[in-house]
């Protein structure tokens, strides 16, 4: 084909980084044109290649400009229409000039026909391939028949000798990958195509496993350079976890006991600590983490606190106040908000070390704040943050000492729960502690799903149940294209429950407030000043009202899983019996239906978790995570979970006793920089 684009055009058209790439731009699916179908078979429905010669071929100008032609083989015949051709293809298909026809048969006013089928002028003798066709994902303006040359190019040049040792090849029944790859770029003509589309074929199966293998190796040794940090140990915390819980009028929960444990053994390494702790909502893990801050208080060093939200970190603030200040450790709150002297003030506690624990948003990795001696590092909500924030954070603390440099411990704590596959490739780095039981006497909360068309029937519910003294929460509908839009839903929401309950006292909060003026509206919440607080997403975590037990969430079709069973878990946590009304609009999706399905028969968040991934996919899920790890390009976590068992028992193997070839896939797989391994 003259003029065809180099592979490097191609590629460039591509996006892609490099020209090697395109060994990996794999097919979307592939076509069978090794066969040919008799005229006499080719029934209306049927998607075949056909041949035969042209009879008679015309353009007409009604019902539109179109060519129309008639092909005939063996006295059967078949029409085939054109709507978009060249003056070069009317001067082609003379009568005898022989075609191939590519298409779906269906039935046309004449009899059987194709419109706008693949076409080639074909000789006499004209040979079959023998493999399938590939079609590649592509962009405008961009052939086909270019990049499977482009391909073909590359693929015969790079050098695809294998990263990974035979004999582990042979023991995982994987075939070599110059051999996988040439199998999906052209298929032999007897493979089946639906197996190839499934991803199932032994070739697409090394081509996944050496991509989860290349994310378990990136992600373990991330880990292994971490422990190869100094950090200071933590032993011990001078009988100061004794003499919090004795204040509190409850004890631990056996999980909470053994998460705490399994923490503090960190603390105690002279390595850095990288501990995710998970818990699903109302587990008790604020608790866990502020008994985590004391052995780093004990050693005399500070304690940064981080959360996603002002809201959230105003009521991470005023916990761990109630709880460390009776100890002697003063704790401060510092976020976007802090203004002027006060904010002056608190930077310089920091800095000179009379501060002991600040409780804020990102504005502690800000360039102003620095701590005199930073110890323990704790992210709440931790998939709320980017790998470069975790970073920014951590390194307050990686500051000469007199005890020589030191990184910070970390603790990563989330109420969103990761599934098991998740926890084993996207978090391989990580070690996971999982609260699993809930402290006793939590009431479980009952969810109803209730149509739109119903809302005067749960307002009038809402009358009752806080006119008798108990407060609601009213959740306004998500809009994510625009925060002014999601902002007007929220004032219009408050205007409209306001006139219809004017007996009840409603207070607003949303994502555009000040943050004092959130923080007062929640605390008058807490107070009791306030029956119905009317609210965005704002809420969905870290707030604690117990004595609010009935929530109703607009248009809850339009929340994700994890969300709505966060939201969900505000209420709960006192002793009535709580409810959560999610109303759903009249036109669902089916995925939607799905959604509200799950969380109506659910309690259990890592059920709900597990379901989610199903439904939206791990770069989804993951959020800000993602902006730091290798997203999966082939493999699917939950499908292939096989696989990613076989990854992980190959990175251990290989870490154990093959360098070379560790090195020699991560160039293949992630050969351009793994700064995300420091975070």
């Known amino acids: 084909m003259a003029g065809a684009p180099s592979p490097d055009a191609v590629a460039r058209r591509l996006g892609l980084e490099q020209v090697s790439d395109l060994?990996?731009?794999?097919?979307?699916?592939?076509?069978?044109?090794?066969?040919?179908?008799?005229?006499?078979?080719?029934?209306?429905?049927?998607?075949?290649?056909?041949?035969?010669?042209?009879?008679?071929?015309?353009?007409?100008?009604?019902?539109?400009?179109?060519?129309?032609a008639e092909i005939e083989e063996n006295g059967r015949s078949l029409f085939f229409r054109l709507l978009h051709f060249y003056p070069s293809q009317i001067a082609q298909l003379r009568p005898g000039v022989r075609v191939r026809l590519l298409g779906e048969v269906r039935p046309g006013f004449f009899g059987a026909e194709m419109v706008h089928p693949a076409l080639r002028v074909v000789g006499d003798a004209t040979p079959l391939p023998d493999r399938l066709t590939p079609v590649y994902p592509t962009v405008a303006g961009l052939s086909q028949l270019a990049i499977r040359k482009a391909v073909a190019t590359v693929l015969r040049d790079a050098d695809l000798d294998d990263s990974l040792p035979a004999a582990m090849l042979d023991r995982l029944g994987l075939p070599a990958f110059r051999a996988a790859l040439e199998h999906l770029h052209a298929p032999p003509a007897d493979t089946d195509p639906n197996l190839l589309e499934g991803r199932q074929e032994p070739a697409w199966r090394r081509v996944k496993f050496d991509e989860l293998l290349a994310q378990q190796l990136s992600l373990r040794l991330a880990a292994r350079r971490r422990h190869e940090q100094a950090a200071r140990p933590l032993s011990g915390d001078g009988g100061l976890g004794e003499r919090l819980l004795a204040a509190l009028p409850f004890r631990l929960t056996a999980a909470q006991a053994r998460v705490l444990e399994e923490i503090r053994r960190d603390l105690a390494s002279p390595h850095p600590m990288n501990r995710l702790l998970q818990g699903d909502v109302g587990s008790g893990k604020t608790l866990v983490a502020a008994l985590a801050t004391l052995p780093a208080l004990a050693a005399g060093g500070q304690v940064a606190v981080m959360a996603p939200t002002e809201i959230l970190a105003e009521q991470l603030f005023l916990k761990f106040r109630e709880w460390l200040e009776p100890l002697g450790l003063p704790v401060l709150a510092l976020s976007a908000a802090s203004k002027?002297?006060?904010?002056?003030?608190?930077?310089?506690?920091?800095?000179?070390?009379?501060?002991?624990?600040?409780?804020?948003?990102?504005?502690?990795?800000?360039?102003?704040?620095?701590?005199?001696?930073?110890?323990?590092?704790?992210?709440?909500?931790?998939?709320?943050?980017?790998v470069?924030?975790?970073?920014?954070?951590?390194?307050?603390?990686?500051?000469?000492?007199?005890?020589?440099?030191?990184?910070?411990?970390?603790?990563?704590?989330?109420?969103?729960?990761?599934?098991?596959?998740?926890?084993?490739?996207?978090?391989?780095?990580l070690d996971v502690s999982v609260i699993d039981e809930l402290p006793p006497g939590r009431t479980p909360i009952i969810t109803r799903l209730v149509s739109h068309a119903r809302r005067d029937e749960v307002v009038a519910r809402l009358r009752e149940y806080c006119g008798g003294g108990a407060q609601a929460y009213w959740v306004c509908p998500l809009v994510e294209e625009s925060e002014k839009l999601q902002l007007r839903a929220a004032q219009e929401s408050h205007a409209e429950l306001s006139a219809l309950l004017p007996e009840l006292a409603i207070g607003l909060v949303h994502g555009r407030m000040k943050a004092?003026?959130?923080?007062?509206?929640?605390?008058?919440?807490?107070?009791?000043?306030?029956?119905?607080?009317?609210?965005?997403?704002?809420?969905?975590?870290g707030v604690d009202v117990p004595n609010a037990g009935l929530m109703v969430i607009e248009h809850a079709e339009r929340y994700g899983l994890a969300q709505l069973h966060q939201l969900r878990g505000r209420v709960g946590r006192g002793a009535?019996?709580?409810?959560?009304?999610?109303?759903?609009?009249?036109?669902?999706?089916?995925?939607?239906?799905?959604?509200?399905?799950?969380?109506?028969?659910?309690?259990?968040?890592?059920?709900?978790?597990?379901?989610?991934?199903?439904?939206?996919?791990?770069?989804?899920?993951?959020?800000?995570?993602?902006?730091?790890?290798?997203?999966?390009?082939f493999a699917d976590l939950e499908m292939d979970l096989d696989l990613l068992e076989m990854a992980r028992a190959a990175a251990d193997d290989l870490l154990g006793r093959d360098m070379d070839a560790v090195h020699r896939h991560l160039r293949r797989w992630l050969p351009r920089g793994l700064d995300y391994l420091r975070a």
């Open 516 to 541: 004092e003026d959130k923080a007062a509206v929640m605390a008058a919440l807490k107070a009791g000043g306030l029956h119905l607080l009317v609210a965005t997403t704002v809420i969905e975590v």
């Open 340 to 386: 002027g002297k006060a904010k002056r003030q608190a930077l310089a506690d920091l800095a000179e070390g009379r501060a002991r624990v600040a409780v804020g948003t990102h504005a502690l990795f800000q360039a102003g704040v620095v701590f005199r001696d930073l110890a323990l590092a704790i992210v709440d909500e931790q998939h709320r943050f980017g």
């Open 388 to 429: 470069a924030q975790r970073l920014a954070l951590r390194e307050k603390g990686q500051l000469p000492s007199a005890t020589g440099d030191h990184t910070p411990h970390l603790l990563m704590m989330s109420a969103t729960p990761i599934p098991r596959s998740l926890a084993m490739s996207y978090y391989a780095d």
């Open 23 to 68: 060994i990996l731009h794999l097919p979307l699916r592939y076509i069978d044109e090794t066969r040919l179908t008799p005229l006499e078979e080719a029934r209306p429905g049927s998607h075949v290649q056909v041949e035969g010669r042209i009879r008679h071929a015309e353009v007409q100008t009604r019902p539109r400009r179109q060519l129309v």
């Open 576 to 633: 009535r019996e709580s409810t959560c009304v999610l109303m759903y609009g009249e036109a669902l999706t089916d995925i939607a239906k799905q959604r509200l399905r799950v969380i109506k028969e659910n309690a259990d968040g890592f059920a709900i978790a597990r379901e989610d991934l199903r439904l939206r996919g791990p770069g989804e899920f993951l959020g800000a995570r993602q902006s730091g790890v290798p997203m999966l390009r």
